[in-house]
């Protein structure tokens, strides 16, 4: 008699023809659709990505940033979307310290880099698609113009900026407080500038002339110099936008900054871990931190430890903090920073990295030196406090806080998608919340506030720079197995981002655990090093545990000395995950979906 399957939220998704998962069903389904039309994978995912800035404003919009992996079934490679955009020429240490600031504000017009989800969606739909943009975007106008369900998550996020909408930022209160009110969880809400926006870029598209190439160019002509640039460059210019410093400043954004950038092509990170190569984004982005820890996990025996017990919790968060601790020292644009990605990757450093994880909770913030340079650390210390309802975080047990100054809470979504030829899709698409900053009222969209993420301070590989990417937290993965494309995955979160999504991998690797075994299982993240959101606190020692977690786990992690709080029993991460499995009865696509918010969704066949 066979075995019973052990109790999942919901299946692991099964099929042969196509897999998709998301942070919300709609955009879930709507890249399903495309894939039964019969569109590949990259076509399923663009739709998806603009689904998504219509259905999760609060999490993503078009002026916002997307990293993204692919794999191509056609040429067998693995490369990264670049859509993060850098800070403009403005952008100038001299210039915020003239401002009298000490950080860049996490919210209004001083943060915005070059809009880049857009140019990189539009990339991807060139290079690898087969559909026109007008067909890429027609769910998004769909759901922007006839209205969508809008869940607790987005009415709760209009709720704690609603003081500031209605005093300082009336272009976004006119598009999320109609009639002067707040949305009713799961009314059906309409955008109707975004769909005209939309429209007009799809317009663009098919009265453009050439092949289905030329005519994708023409809209990304459109919005990097065409009206879109235009347009950005007079907000800017024009409005004086409260922001989290308390005061109202004008953007340093220009149409010619969006004209000097396009997204481009990136062959990825990687680093072999027990059969399987982990593929991430750049030392541009906190990806390489995921690899870090692979690098010093290899040292212990996590199959031999249960993956709710104290030692595989302890030991996880140990080796966090110290890749994270190395990401604040070492990680930069490597376009003009000089980041030593080998060496931080090699095993001579990380075995001897690796005899730092003892018995007792780190303090600490403890940088390595693989060069001998010596490490350099920010000096601007913020007070934990601080950071309520500011930056990116998915924290399920830290509710918003009414802000008048806009540092209410952002995210992030996600999407991932493998078709019937074996083209993989992991995007993590983010910035451009309606929180961020004031909509633009032509094109119901408002832009993101990426830039927070640099140090105004010399001399670190994260300070801030004219025309450099800022060290996103945006870190999509997919890994190949014995060389062989096999999974998708990522999840929303910030700085938990690269946490989260290994411990769904070390599940699943070291604990023979499905997809949705592995997203279903509690977890776990520390706050213990800067976080990449203004206003950039710590909180050394700390580890967050779902409330699932059994008590005597939660008991040893406090006496070794971490600083523990228990949140809800669903309160950690957003993963989705799609996956590859090679069987003697040929190729089978599986999927999973986070239950965490009642928003993500696995669907396939």
Known sequence: MSQQPRFTTRPEIRGNFGVVASTHWIASSAAMGVLERGGNAFDAAVT????????????????????????????????????????????????FRALDLKLIPGSGLLAPCVPGAMDAWLLLLRDHGTISVADALAPAIHYAGQGYPMVHRVVETIATVTELFRDEWPSSAAIYLPNGNLPRPMQMFRNPALAAFY????????????????????????WREGFVAERIDRFCRETEAMDASGRRHRGLLTGADMAAWQAGWEAPLTYDYKGWTVAKCGPWSQGPAFLQQLALLKYFDLDKMDPSGPDFVHVVTEAAKLAFADREAWYGDPNVVDVPMQALLSDAYNAERAKLIGAMASLELRPGDPTGLGAKLASVKAEAGLAAGVGEPTVGNLEPVPNKRGSAVGDTCHVDVIDRWGNMVAATPSGGWLQSSPAIPEFGFCLGTRAQMFWLEDGLPNSLRPG?????????????????????????????????????????VHHALNLQEAIDG???????????????????G????????????????????????????????????????????????KAGANPRGMQGYAVGR
């Open 542 to 589: 700390f580890l967050a545990l779902e409330g699932r977690f059994p008590a005597a786990t939660v008991e040893e992690l406090r006496r070794r000395g971490h600083v523990v709080a228990v949140g809800g029993d669903w309160s950690e991460g957003r993963l989705c995950a799609t996956g590859i499995e090679q069987t003697p009865e040929g190729m089978v696509l």
């Open 48 to 95: 998806a990505g603009f689904v998504l800035q219509v259905v999760e404003p609060h999490l993503n919009g078009a002026g916002g940033d997307l990293p993204a992996l692919i794999w191509s079934a056609k040429t067998r490679k693995m490369e990264v979307l670049c859509g993060q955009g850098p800070s403009p020429q403005a952008a100038t240490l001299d210039a």
């Open 199 to 222: 429209t007009r870029l799809a317009q663009i598209g098919e009265q453009a002339s050439g092949s289905r190439e030329n005519r994708v160019d023409a809209v990304r002509t459109a």
């Open 468 to 508: 450099v990417r800022p060290r996103t937290t945006l870190s999509p993965s997919m890994a190949l197995h014995d060389g062989k494309p096999a999974m998708a995955f990522g999840t929303p979160g910030g700085d938990q981002q690269d946490q989260w999504s290994p411990q769904f991998f070390l599940k699943h």
């Open 522 to 540: 509690p977890a776990f993240h520390s706050e213990h090093f800067p976080s990449s959101f203004y206003p950039r606190a710590a909180k050394p």
